[in-house]
């Protein structure tokens, strides 16, 4: 099975890889990943990570029905616990999992991360809180990226060690997006916008707290998409 139409989310995660890194894919259900780097030869080799069982074995089948297996370790293991020093891991790639998680997922082992050069993560929500997990613990976001895909806006964001300070907008709208303002950030934010107002037109009128802080999160939001024009 050829796995080269990944999703467009992961083929973008998958661009943030550095030729031939040696990279651990934690939650890697199907191995689509490491298989798609594999046959892009952007790697020679890969450890995929999952701790459930089900998804575990359709890791395990796709690799071999790919005929990885010698080049993709697949392991059924939480989290970091996947790998080991002797792995020589320097590239972890957490995608498709909400932002709480993975920074849960870094925060047990946090050790580990010493020896690793770059983090690929990709939050399905709560990016601000990851990105605050990053910078409290000597990572700082080198890159950052977002993309749509069937209606549905991801962040990507890449870290590496170093030193970071962000400010409360930083960590909510992401350091570079809200300076990059690409077409799709202004998309994902004039959405929530459009969706905050609905909400604060059906907050009846004497609920004046509930509406006040509505509205200054809308306005919040409306500060940053102006900051570019
Ligand atoms: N990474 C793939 C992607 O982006 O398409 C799969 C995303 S899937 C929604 C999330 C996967 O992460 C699930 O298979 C889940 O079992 C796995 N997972 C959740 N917590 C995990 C953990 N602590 N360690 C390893 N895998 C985990």
């Given amino acids: ?58 890791a395990v089948t796709n690799v071999a029905d790919n005929q990885m297996s010698d080049k993709i370790s697949v392991r059924l293991a939480n989290g970091l616990a996947a790998f080991d020093a002797e792995d020589q891991i320097d590239v972890i790639v957490i995608a498709g999992m909400g932002g709480g998680l993975i920074a849960d997922i870094l925060d047990n082992d946090s050790a580990k991360l010493a020896s690793v050069k770059r983090l690929i993560l990709q939050p399905n929500n709560r990016e601000d809180e990851l990105r605050r ?62 969706k905050l107002e609905k909400a604060l037109a059906k907050i009846p009128e ?13 306005k919040q939001i409306k500060e940053v998409l102006h900051a570019g024009k």
């Fill in 1 to 58: 099975m050829q796995v080269k139409n990944i999703s467009k989310r992961l083929r973008k995660v998958a661009g943030f890889v550095p030729q031939d890194a040696k990279i651990l894919d934690v939650g890697s259900d199907h191995a689509y990943l490491p298989i798609y780097l594999i046959q892009q030869g952007s790697i020679s080799s890969a450890i995929a990570g999952e701790v459930v069982e089900g998804p575990y074995q359709s």
């Fill in 133 to 194: 997990w990053l910078c409290g613990h000597n990572f700082q976001i080198t890159e950052e990226a977002i993309v749509e895909e069937n209606g549905k806006f991801y962040e990507i964001m890449i870290a590496e060690q170093g030193h970071q300070v962000l400010n409360a907008k930083q960590e909510r709208f992401g350091p570079y997006l809200m300076r990059e303002q690409s077409a799709v950030f202004l998309d994902k934010w004039q959405r929530e916008v459009d």
């Fill in 206 to 218: 004497k609920n004046l707290t509930e509406r006040s802080a509505m509205s200054q999160k809308i």
